[in-house]
């Protein structure tokens, strides 16, 4: 097999769309969804004798899985400029020196998003006629993802030193309360840095639920950009542009 035959055939099983890349793009997926719980439960496991055995496995996993998608890439100066890579090799830094960049570990709660923004999810959708749930996935998602970086940030910056689970409890429950604006107060944040961590997770943190407040309540539109004022988002049954009045020839999946 040729170099050109072998990027060929891994560029196929990453974004191609038959029933074997499928099956392999499925297979990555329940990797990543095995990593993710292994980060989230990394505050329970880090006593055990062989968390630093799983951590190391799991280094060579997404070394390897960068390896292959630059290799796939058609430009590697564009996929370089991708923000998802360059939390990858946060992730990857966090996990082979977990001493030294352990202040960085609530990045990896970024992997979450990943699996929004893969092919796979589009795909699945697609063939499942449910195509007009990807944004109100992709917003649980992205709350999600923000809840999960918020409590390790929280837990790392604040509750790290603390024994067995208890310090990820608090700083999971803190998020909650102030994400909701709940604000118990009987967990609170010491200091200038805690205060301003509570601002964010705040503010950030309401404008994520009501993105997703708007995702399930308005109605469903397709991303089909206008060839003359370049709107990218319609109704599905659109036929002329709101924005300019051109005629559109959106794409209809029969359903």
Not at 80 to 101: A, E, H, N, Q, S
Not at 194 to 211: C, P, Y
């Amino acid at each position: 097999m040729t170099e050109l035959d072998f990027r060929h055939r891994l560029r196929r099983l990453y974004i191609g769309q038959d029933k074997a890349a499928i099956r392999f793009q499925i297979a990555l997926t329940l990797v990543d969804l095995a990593i993710i719980a292994f980060f989230i439960l990394g505050p329970y496991l880090r006593a055990g004798p062989s968390y630093l055995i799983i951590d190391y496995l799991i280094a060579a996993w997404i070394a390897a899985e960068l390896t292959a998608r630059a290799i796939i890439a058609r430009d590697l100066k564009d996929w370089l400029k991708r923000p998802i890579i360059w939390v990858d090799f946060i992730i990857l830094g966090t996990l082979l020196f977990p001493d030294l960049l352990y202040s960085f570990a609530f990045l990896r709660a970024m992997r979450i998003w990943a699996i929004g923004e893969s092919t796979l999810l589009r795909v699945i959708l697609r063939r499942l006629g449910q195509s007009h749930l990807g944004d109100v996935i992709r917003a649980v998602i992205n709350a999600l993802v923000f809840l999960f970086m918020a409590t390790g940030f929280v837990y790392t910056f604040f509750f790290y030193r603390r024994d067995g689970i208890e310090g990820f409890v608090d700083a999971l429950y803190f998020t909650v309360a102030t994400v909701t604006t709940t604000g118990f107060g009987d967990i609170t944040l010491p200091g200038t840095l805690g205060k301003l961590t509570s601002i964010v997770t705040m503010i950030v943190g309401i404008s994520l639920f009501v993105r997703l407040a708007q995702a399930i309540v308005r109605p469903f539109k397709v991303t089909f950009p206008c060839p003359q004022c370049g709107l990218s988002r319609h109704d599905a049954d659109a036929v002329h542009c709101k924005a300019c009045g051109h005629v559109l020839n959106i794409p209809d999946e029969g359903l």
